[in-house]
């Protein structure tokens, strides 16, 4: 810098949190920094960058993020801050920010702590001096967590005020009436009407009852399942849910084991009884797809292949009991069996025609069913090994015959209207069959298109 010009300093101050005191300490910290810089003549202050309430581990940090901005497009040649704490969340992240600076002719001066990078010594000092500051914050983060753990053993309660049902005030929950009546209705549709999840999700939402949070969405299945499943509303309260292994990035896992959890019964008012609760979990138990209980028919040859033409949404296999007993099997557009015609507004498409479809298009192109049929059985019991009869047991579910030949052929089977657009795998273009019949699955027209 040539003599007679001014140095363009910036300011970075940092207060953890935003209760008042310290916000008044923020202000207090900004009129320092304008003295400061003001009673040098050769500086010229450019901006004193503040964060408010946030930690000095934590990563996301907007005005600091913004002055490092400034100083990389030309526009700050020195920093100053109070000290090292206030400047980075640990020791690597220190040095990082100030040798990326130094590298572009900014310096940094922590006034407290009497380092300049500037100078010779200045990064020795500054590992030293960062280094006490990540001990410290150790030290803290160990603290915190030791007195939360020992309000939560007495009861108080952590967390956003954002508990579907309860409002928590002060560590403590109390019931909303309009939101427990929800959740009452929720847990007896599961329960006594039979109903599974996207079913009450697609009622709730057609009842125009908001959901928890997401206001202006509809229900979804996630939703109801958190509140079938959630401890506190049968009166219980289980803490450490989560936990924050690493005290430097402050992210939050799911508690695997990590760190002891806090669980007390009866802790408050319970919206459904403890019978209740108890016998939703032993039906969601009896209900899961991966119990005891094995359905080889719940995949068919064509799972995760069927996709909707209008939203392009996956199909899922569902099935309805008829007035003599028998079974209809048909696929559905997820977002439609989520949301009813609110989510999509394709038809369902019944099993049967899917299979004839299938059938017909191997008939046009000169394929025959049955012996791909035999080779690829043939080929999935020799690789099989010891879950040969399990395979077995699988083909024999498939009610079409050739069906796991079916299963190596279709990569993808787009549903439209009284139409499947099917694209083979290995084969290029897409064939596009229309139906004559849709529900009786004649179809009647066979046409080859490129892929669009």
Request: glycine residues 8%; hydrophobic residues 35%; contains cysteine.
């Given at each position: ?68 901005a ?16 206030r ?16 590298r ?26 960062a ?8 030290k803290?983060?160990?603290?915190v ?92 309260l ?31 008012e ?60 048909f ?11 609110a989510?999509?507004?394709?038809h ?18 000169g ?55 099917v ?9 596009r ?20």
């Open positions: 810098m040539s003599g007679g010009e001014q140095l363009r300093v910036a300011a970075y101050c940092r207060v953890s949190t935003a209760q008042d005191d310290q916000l008044h300490s923020l202000e207090h910290q900004r009129r320092y920094f304008a003295e400061y810089i003001s009673r040098r003549p050769d500086w010229a202050l450019v901006e004193i960058y503040a964060d408010r309430g946030l930690s000095g581990t934590t990563v996301h940090r907007p005005a600091f993020q913004r002055m490092i400034a100083a990389q497009a030309g526009e700050i040649d020195l920093i100053l801050t109070k000290e090292v704490s400047f980075a969340r640990n020791t690597v992240d220190a040095l990082a920010h100030t040798r990326a600076l130094r572009i002719g900014v310096g940094v001066v922590f006034i407290t702590d009497n380092i300049d990078t500037r100078q010779n010594d200045g990064e020795f000092r500054l590992t030293i001096m280094s006490v500051a990540q001990e410290e914050s150790r803290t983060s160990e603290r967590k030791w007195g939360q753990r020992r309000s939560m053993e007495q009861g108080v309660v952590f967390g956003c005020n954002n508990i579907y049902g309860f409002d928590l005030r002060g560590g403590r929950l109390t019931v909303k009436p309009e939101e427990a009546a929800v959740i009452r209705t929720v847990y007896h549709k599961f329960l006594h009407e039979g109903k599974g999840t996207y079913i009450i999700a697609r009622e709730l939402t057609g009842a125009g009852i908001p959901p928890p949070r997401a206001r202006d969405k509809p229900w979804s299945s996630t939703m109801v399942l958190r509140l079938l499943r959630n401890e506190k509303y049968c009166g219980d289980l803490q450490k849910k989560t936990c924050t292994p690493d005290f430097l990035d402050h992210r939050k896992v799911k508690n695997d084991g990590r760190e002891e959890q806090v669980y007390l019964r009866g802790h408050h319970a919206i459904v009884p403890r019978e209740q609760f108890d016998a939703v979990q032993r039906e969601l138990a009896r209900r899961a797809p991966n119990g005891q209980k094995k359905r080889h028919s719940a995949r068919y040859w064509c799972s995760g292949k069927l996709v909707c033409g209008v939203c392009g949404s996956r199909f899922v296999p569902r099935q309805r009991i008829r007035a003599d007993g028998s079974v209809y099997r696929w559905a557009c997820r977002a439609q069996v989520q949301h009813g015609r989510g999509c507004t394709m369902p498409v019944p099993y049967s025609t899917v299979c004839a479809g299938m059938l017909y298009l191997l008939n046009r192109i394929i025959d069913a049955g012996r791909a049929a035999t080779e690829t059985a043939a080929l999935c019991l020799k690789t099989a090994g010891a879950d040969g009869e399990a395979c077995r047991a699988f083909l024999q579910t498939e009610s079409l015959p050739g069906g796991a030949a079916y299963a190596a052929l279709p990569e993808q089977i787009t549903v439209e209207e009284r139409a499947l657009a694209r083979l795998r290995g084969v290029p273009g897409m064939f069959l229309q139906a004559e019949d849709w529900k009786r699955g004649i179809f009647s027209s066979f046409e080859r298109v490129q892929d669009t």
